[in-house]
């Protein structure tokens, strides 16, 4: 098999590079391990900055998103029993964010590769990549029990923070933190309580109220890093949601049937560089951010528009300028992200060994955000993004 773009991952990153790289005439191939209906069903966050919106409408990706997206003004900070609401298009010179779900733009992305006839391979695994730092790098990989390789011109892994292609850039340095903390995360069927994401932080730990439709709520709860999902009843996650979202109106929260329950780590981590050769990581390959703040699909957007740019300026141009910044141009966007997302991840959740001090530090930032519009507009510039390149 050969290509001129070997992709490795079918998730936001990989599916969204291969319609880029298509609409500029470029050949790829796709290998995922996973099957389709796994890649389509996998819970994250779905905040989609203003840039991202404008990319995937860009690609012609952006139809159902456009009919059945939520635009988003504002959030909500919640701290101390008050309610503050940050207004996006008011700090930011006209800027929002869209909620859509990261299932839906992963099936419409899956969709449209269906529709152009563009390889992409499900339960297909990559082993290694080989030869990046030669002009004819190589993906291993096995399918249906079968070992086989892709010759490609280019490889880039999306294959996310568990894949095989970090793992060939060699001389790499990687900087991380772990969080002594996660979230148990439930989808219920029933209406969001409020009409914008709740940010609220508690003394009993982090809460976030969120949604994926008008009819279907998304909420999560700071949790201690070892939890197991099973720990807690239904009953148990509403009560715990109800006094942490506590506030001192008649602001109520809607309880409904938990259809879905899970423990998300958080972790912080950043691999240097994102490029050997001609192999290029793109997405959660190269960097995770702790999901306060919704950056990680935003951030993988970023990567593979950099990346598809770069090669079509090298096809029509010959020069290897842009490429060769990949690396440099993107991690400058995922520091961005990454300070943002420790920010809201400080301010927001009580650490387990936080002293009083420390609380009412957390309590004064908020305050501040609150109070300064200087503060208030940093926020909400991070929040509906960085600009990409
Ligand atoms: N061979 C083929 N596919 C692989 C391999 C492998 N060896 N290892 C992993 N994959 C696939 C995974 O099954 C997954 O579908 O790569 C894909 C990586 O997708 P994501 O983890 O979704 O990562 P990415 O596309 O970078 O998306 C960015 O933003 O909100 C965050 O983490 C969240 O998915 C999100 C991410
Ligand atoms: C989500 O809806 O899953 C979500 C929203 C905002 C976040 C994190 C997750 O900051």
Same mark, same amino acid.
């Given at each position: 098999?050969?290509?001129?773009?070997?992709?490795?991952?079918?998730? =936001?990153?990989?599916?969204?590079?291969?319609?880029?790289?298509?609409?500029?005439?470029?050949?790829?191939?796709? +290998?995922?391990?996973? *099957?389709?209906?796994?890649?389509?069903?996998?819970?994250?966050?779905?905040?989609?900055?203003?840039?991202?919106?404008?990319? &995937?409408?860009? !690609?012609?990706?952006?139809?159902?998103?456009?009919?059945?997206?939520?635009?988003?003004?504002?959030?909500?900070?919640?701290?101390?029993?008050?309610?503050?609401?940050?207004?996006? =298009?008011?700090?930011?010179?006209?800027?929002?964010?869209?909620?859509?779900?990261?299932?839906?733009?992963? $099936?419409?992305?899956?969709?449209?590769?269906?529709?152009?006839?563009?390889?992409?391979?499900?339960?297909?695994?990559?082993?290694?990549?080989?030869?990046?730092?030669?002009?004819?790098?190589?993906?291993?990989?096995?399918?249906?029990?079968?070992?086989?390789?892709?010759?490609?011109?280019?490889?880039?892994?999306?294959?996310?923070?568990?894949?095989?292609?970090?793992?060939?850039?060699?001389?790499?340095?990687?900087?991380?933190?772990?969080?002594?903390?996660?979230?148990?995360?439930?989808?219920?069927?029933?209406?969001?309580?409020?009409?914008? +994401?709740?940010?609220?932080?508690?003394?009993?730990?982090?809460?976030?109220?969120?949604?994926?439709? =008008?009819?279907?709520?998304?909420?999560?709860?700071?949790?201690?890093?070892?939890?197991?999902? /099973? *720990?807690?009843? /239904?009953?148990?996650?509403?009560?715990?949601?109800?006094?942490?979202?506590?506030?001192?109106?008649?602001?109520?929260?809607?309880?409904?049937?938990?259809?879905?329950?899970?423990?998300?780590?958080?972790?912080?981590?950043?691999?240097?560089?994102?490029? @050997?050769?001609? +192999?290029?990581?793109?997405?959660?390959?190269? @960097?995770?951010? =702790?999901?306060?703040?919704? $950056?990680?699909?935003?951030?993988?957007?970023?990567?593979?528009?950099?990346? !598809?740019?770069?090669?079509? @300026?090298?096809?029509?141009?010959?020069?290897?300028? &842009?490429?060769?910044?990949?690396?440099?141009?993107?991690?400058?966007?995922?520091?961005?992200?990454?300070?943002?997302?420790?920010?809201?991840?400080?301010?927001?959740?009580?650490?387990?060994?936080?002293?009083?001090?420390?609380?009412?530090?957390? +309590? !004064?930032?908020? *305050?501040?955000?609150?109070?300064?519009?200087?503060?208030?507009?940093?926020?909400?510039?991070?929040?509906?993004?960085?600009?990409?390149?």
């Amino acid at each position: 098999m050969r290509t001129t773009v070997g992709i490795i991952g079918a998730g =936001p990153a990989g599916l969204l590079l291969a319609r880029l790289l298509h609409n500029a005439g470029i050949d790829s191939v796709v +290998l995922e391990s996973r *099957d389709r209906a796994y890649v389509e069903r996998r819970q994250r966050a779905g905040i989609l900055e203003q840039g991202t919106v404008d990319v &995937l409408r860009e !690609a012609g990706a952006g139809e159902r998103m456009d009919r059945e997206g939520l635009r988003h003004d504002g959030i909500e900070l919640r701290f101390d029993r008050r309610r503050h609401r940050v207004d996006f =298009p008011a700090l930011t010179g006209g800027r929002s964010v869209m909620v859509y779900a990261q299932t839906e733009v992963c $099936k419409d992305l899956i969709a449209l590769r269906i529709e152009e006839g563009g390889p992409l391979l499900f339960e297909t695994e990559a082993l290694a990549v080989e030869g990046a730092d030669t002009d004819r790098p190589r993906v291993r990989f096995r399918r249906e029990g079968v070992e086989d390789v892709l010759e490609c011109d280019y490889v880039v892994g999306c294959d996310g923070f568990w894949g095989v292609a970090r793992s060939a850039v060699p001389d790499g340095r990687t900087f991380e933190r772990t969080y002594p903390f996660s979230w148990l995360g439930i989808l219920a069927d029933v209406a969001p309580s409020h009409d914008e +994401l709740v940010y609220a932080r508690h003394d009993r730990g982090f809460a976030l109220l969120s949604m994926r439709s =008008p009819s279907v709520s998304r909420l999560y709860l700071q949790v201690p890093a070892d939890t197991d999902a /099973d *720990d807690w009843s /239904d009953e148990r996650i509403w009560d715990e949601l109800e006094r942490r979202f506590e506030t001192d109106d008649d602001w109520t929260l809607r309880r409904g049937p938990v259809t879905q329950k899970s423990v998300t780590p958080m972790r912080s981590y950043v691999h240097e560089p994102m490029r @050997h050769g001609r +192999l290029f990581l793109a997405g959660d390959a190269a @960097h995770i951010v =702790p999901p306060t703040g919704a $950056k990680g699909l935003n951030l993988a957007v970023g990567d593979v528009v950099t990346f !598809a740019r770069a090669l079509a @300026h090298r096809t029509a141009t010959g020069s290897d300028d &842009l490429l060769d910044a990949y690396s440099a141009t993107c991690l400058r966007r995922v520091w961005q992200a990454e300070r943002f997302s420790y920010d809201m991840t400080t301010l927001l959740h009580t650490a387990p060994d936080a002293t009083p001090f420390e609380d009412r530090l957390q +309590l !004064a930032r908020l *305050d501040r955000i609150a109070s300064s519009r200087a503060a208030e507009t940093d926020l909400a510039e991070a929040y509906t993004g960085f600009p990409i390149g």
